[in-house]
């Protein structure tokens, strides 16, 4: 099914629980997340699709072979009415932070948005992203 979302608006809702993108097609609007105690995360054009982080940051590569790194993964899912009644994930990999940095969370808002701008435009998230210190989504 086709879907314009060339004239969508940006992000309208920013942070929420209870989804305006869900409610709009009828759906449950609560947004349940893996792990509940972190802050919430979430983006959506009330319309068109919204997009959660699904769970807390985590070191990267998770296996404690690799060693420490500057690295941490998060999880975000996402749901686009391109592909009605499918919730997607979409992993980002931080580079040049760490799981207990301070402004971890501001780099996940700032990911957020440039995922956002990216389901605005396609519609559609690639499953691995890599973001690195003062630069796009690669």
């Given at each position: 099914?086709?879907?314009?979302?060339?004239?969508?608006?940006?992000?309208?809702?920013?942070?929420?629980?209870?989804?305006p993108?869900c409610?709009?097609?009828?759906q449950?609007m609560?947004?349940g997340?893996?792990?509940?105690?972190?802050p919430m995360?979430?983006r959506?054009?009330?319309?068109?699709?919204?997009?959660l982080?699904?769970d807390r940051?985590?070191p990267y590569p998770?296996?404690?072979?690799?060693?420490?790194t500057?690295?941490?993964s998060?999880?975000?899912?996402?749901?686009?009415?391109?592909?009605?009644?499918?919730t997607?994930?979409?992993?980002?990999?931080?580079?040049?932070t760490?799981?207990?940095h301070?402004?971890l969370y501001?780099?996940?808002e700032?990911?957020a948005?440039?995922l956002t701008d990216e389901?605005?435009?396609?519609?559609?998230?690639?499953d691995?992203?890599?973001y690195?210190?003062?630069?796009?989504?690669?």
């Amino acid at each position: 099914m086709p879907v314009d979302c060339s004239a969508a608006a940006p992000a309208a809702y920013r942070n929420f629980n209870l989804c305006p993108h869900c409610a709009s097609l009828g759906q449950q609007m609560l947004l349940g997340r893996l792990s509940e105690g972190l802050p919430m995360i979430s983006r959506s054009d009330g319309q068109h699709f919204h997009l959660l982080l699904a769970d807390r940051p985590l070191p990267y590569p998770l296996e404690k072979s690799a060693g420490p790194t500057k690295k941490v993964s998060v999880c975000f899912w996402y749901s686009h009415v391109r592909r009605p009644k499918c919730t997607l994930s979409c992993i980002v990999i931080l580079s040049g932070t760490r799981t207990n940095h301070p402004s971890l969370y501001r780099k996940i808002e700032s990911v957020a948005d440039l995922l956002t701008d990216e389901l605005l435009r396609e519609g559609n998230l690639a499953d691995v992203y890599e973001y690195f210190e003062d630069a796009a989504i690669a």
